[in-house]
């Protein structure tokens, strides 16, 4: 078996394994919040999907600056499939985000333009149009995740730099207090995610080089 195929297998067996255990985890193993009820579980949807939204964009804007360097063209094949990784991963925290803030009456609707907010709906879009240009002749695509750069640091660090719709970030500052039984499945939903978007990069970046789809069918 070629290293991809067992990384394939592997990747697709912790996500088989690691989504009951996290099911587990997120509906039987933490409390429901006395006032949001249900809706406390939204968090293990939402942060996970943001935090590998962000890696993955910071990861796909890395390949594309080494395909500028190198001109590999796997390299370009990794950027082309991390960019659909990045629309599905933040257009999942749009939504997620969307009904956390309506039905706990953050800002009383859908939508409110904060710091957070915009920034997440810029990377989505800039996503979006990276897919949209990856369909022309010259294929600059996913070039234009570059220009999106800029916009990382106002969606990581917006909510503590002004107060802002969204909570602050309380996952990695010293000195903030998460109940245990609800900081575990964030991060177990975490780690899911990550095997999960490994998962779809290695299948979406591998599939279609002709050596490994011959070897699948031999």
Not at 69 to 87: E, M, N, Q, Y
Not at 100 to 113: E, F, I, P
Not at 129 to 146: C, D, E, N, T
Request: proline share 7%; net charge positive.
């Amino acid at each position: 078996m070629s290293p991809s195929a067992s990384s394939v297998t592997a990747l697709l067996a912790l996500v088989l394994i690691g989504t009951p255990a996290c099911l587990m985890t997120g509906l039987l193993g933490a409390p429901l919040d006395l006032q949001q009820g249900e809706l406390a579980r939204l968090p293990y949807v939402h942060v996970p999907a943001a935090r590998i939204s962000l890696g993955v964009y910071c990861a796909t804007a890395s390949s594309v600056f080494l395909f500028v360097v190198t001109k590999h063209p796997l390299v370009l094949l990794s950027a082309r499939s991390g960019t659909a990784l990045v629309a599905w991963s933040t257009g999942l925290v749009l939504v997620t985000g969307w009904f956390r803030g309506l039905v706990l009456k953050w800002h009383g609707s859908y939508w409110n333009w904060d710091a957070r907010m915009t920034s997440v709906l810029l990377s989505f879009l800039i996503a979006l149009g990276s897919l949209r240009l990856q369909k022309l002749p010259v294929a600059p695509g996913p070039f234009s995740l570059l220009a999106g750069t800029i916009d990382l640091p106002l969606l990581t660090s917006s909510v503590n730099w002004w107060n802002t719709s969204h909570q602050p970030g309380s996952m990695s500052r010293s000195g903030t207090a998460i109940h245990e039984p609800m900081n575990r499945p964030i991060w177990s939903n975490v780690a899911l995610s990550s095997c999960a978007a490994c998962l779809l990069f290695v299948l979406e970046t591998r599939l279609p080089i002709p050596s490994f789809s011959e070897e699948r069918m031999g």
